[in-house]
């Protein structure tokens, strides 16, 4: 984590990735003023897009109790809904960021007994988020250079809260009130990068994850176990050090995603905040790792950005099936120079069957229209599923650039419900300026899906409220989905568009 060559190259844009110099940010407290929210259909003239309207930063952190609720809540949410974003912590000069290195902050509403009892955000505790809040930060001082405030997920895990973030820093631990409790190196067993996005085997009760770092030659595959300890961990190597943003796990397979997104020294060198950039000549394509034991075998595929996985699993008949998002080569990391990524087109959901036997990977898409952060029943995780659940917000394709927006603006903002076994989608559709962050499900009651149907359950998302400028939580029942919410709980703030969430069920 700390040899002499990451060092050396992160001295540019990277160490910026750990927390944006305080030159450049304001070092006495928040400094952004959050932009008028921009009209949804008017053409995109807006200079800094991840800055501004449905992306703009949140100035302070806010706590509310007693929430006001149009509907019902129903009395099985028991939990915490909780989701990260990067929020910049003051800006003096908006060329000095990028959406992806924001300061992670995590927005959560606690649900008991019918009642949404609080809404609290809270900036994730880096040494340099503390210093630049006038605040002692706990626990040793890491070196700059693996210094983030973990901006990309939040998951539930063996009692833990933990904030992610991929590509070298450790995830922070949180409490139950969202505050920062420190550094997880999960006892000490974790050595070297996490990941974004990690992958929970009910049936086991393992947690996997696959990580990366620039100055590795190689990407691991990590296995905690039912005491939160890492127990496992293979070395699958790989050229260029690409970006592995997610993975598919089955109940035979981890699926890896070798992307032709590698970083790169030069640009760090020169003050990239973002050293990844969209590289031609690394072939893009799958492998399957099996999970008890044996190297990866890899299957090349046609270049494009893989985004995030559905789900996958085993059909029976020694093929792997991969449900997922991507976006068409190329897709620009660094983005051109608006604080963000850039595409060539929109997300859309896609399906590979990989039989590894013949050394064929047959891609088809499952649904055109743009889309992004598909969610399941996670008891399916790694096991057939029959429905998927993703966003499809105008503001978010509006800022990846016009090769995406025109698409985007035209689908407008909704929740989609996706039947794959029927091949039928409903969408719960939203006004404009209603842009819907990610969907997650949650079951109908605790306790496993034993003799329940997959879908019975319910969808919580953070949706922006046009009319209050504000955003609510809102409650579909995953079997209407189309019909009308089952709850919103109306928070005091608009929540930004962001990365990823969980539900939290209680102890």
Same mark, same amino acid.
């Given at each position: 984590m700390n040899s002499p060559t990451r060092r050396t190259v992160l001295r540019g844009g990277a160490l910026a990735a750990g927390g944006i110099a305080a030159g450049v940010l304001g070092a006495t407290g928040p400094a952004f003023a959050a932009a008028p929210q921009a009209d949804p259909d008017a053409a995109d003239s807006r200079r800094f897009p991840f800055l501004e309207g449905a992306f703009a930063p949140q100035r302070e952190e806010v706590t509310a109790f007693d929430l006001p609720v149009t509907g019902r809540l129903p009395r099985a949410l028991d939990g915490r809904y909780l989701r990260n974003g990067?929020?910049?912590?003051?800006?003096?000069?908006?060329?000095?960021?990028?959406?992806?290195?924001?300061?992670?902050?995590?927005?959560?509403?606690?649900?008991?007994?019918?009642?949404?009892?609080?809404?609290?955000?809270?900036?994730?505790?880096?040494?340099?988020?503390?210093?630049?809040?006038?605040?002692?930060?706990?626990?040793?001082?890491?070196?700059?250079?693996d210094d983030f405030a973990a901006n990309t997920h939040v998951i539930g895990y063996r009692g833990r809260i933990l904030a992610c973030q991929e590509g070298g820093p450790l995830p922070y631990a949180l409490d139950g009130d969202l505050n920062t409790v420190g550094l997880c190196d999960f006892d000490r067993t974790l050595d070297g990068s996490f990941a974004a996005h990690t992958k929970f085997d009910p049936h086991t009760g393992e947690l996997h994850a696959v990580t990366y770092a620039i100055d590795w030659d190689h990407v691991r595959h990590i296995v905690l176990d039912r005491a939160g300890h890492v127990a496992r961990t293979t070395r699958v190597p790989v050229a260029d050090s690409p970006m592995m943003h997610d993975f598919g796990l089955t109940e035979k397979y981890v699926v890896l995603f070798d992307n032709p997104i590698t970083f790169d020294a030069e640009a760090a060198a020169a003050g990239a905040l973002v050293p990844y950039v969209w590289n031609p000549r690394h072939p893009a394509r799958v492998g399957l790792l099996p999970r008890a034991g044996g190297p990866a075998a890899w299957f090349d595929i046609p270049p494009f950005y893989f985004s995030h996985t559905l789900n996958a699993y085993d059909d029976g008949a020694g093929r792997v099936v991969v449900d997922f998002t991507r976006m068409p080569a190329p897709f620009e990391p660094a983005g051109r120079g608006l604080g963000g990524p850039a595409a060539a087109g929109p997300p859309s959901l896609h399906r590979w069957t990989i039989d590894p036997v013949r050394g064929v990977v047959r891609t088809e898409r499952v649904d055109d229209r743009p889309q992004e952060f598909p969610r399941i029943n996670e008891a399916y995780l790694g096991r057939r599923h029959r429905y998927g659940y993703t966003a499809a917000s105008v503001e978010l394709y509006r800022a990846y650039g016009p090769a995406v927006s025109e698409s985007g603006i035209r689908a407008g903002n909704g929740l989609v419900k996706h039947d794959l076994v029927r091949g039928t989608t409903a969408v719960h559709r939203l006004p404009r300026?209603?842009?819907?962050?990610?969907?997650?499900?949650?079951?109908?009651?605790?306790?496993?899906?034993?003799?329940?149907?997959?879908?019975?359950?319910?969808?919580?998302?953070?949706?922006?409220?046009?009319?209050?400028?504000?955003?609510? @939580?809102? #409650?579909?029942?995953?079997?209407? /989905?189309? =019909?009308?919410? +089952?709850?919103?709980?109306? @928070?005091? #703030?608009?929540?930004?568009?962001? /990365?990823? =969430?969980?539900? +939290?069920?209680?102890?």
């Open positions: 990067p929020n910049v912590l003051g800006l003096e000069d908006p060329r000095a960021h990028h959406w992806m290195i924001g300061a992670g902050m995590v927005h959560g509403v606690r649900l008991r007994d019918g009642r949404a009892e609080w809404y609290r955000s809270r900036w994730v505790r880096s040494a340099d988020v503390a210093a630049r809040l006038g605040e002692p930060y706990r626990g040793p001082q890491p070196p700059p250079v300026g209603a842009d819907a962050s990610e969907p997650v499900f949650v079951p109908a009651e605790r306790g496993g899906s034993a003799g329940r149907a997959e879908d019975d359950g319910y969808i919580l998302a953070y949706v922006n409220n046009p009319e209050r400028y504000a955003t609510d @939580l809102v #409650v579909l029942s995953a079997q209407d /989905f189309t =019909g009308k919410p +089952v709850a919103r709980v109306h @928070l005091p #703030v608009r929540v930004p568009l962001g /990365f990823h =969430g969980s539900w +939290v069920p209680t102890d």
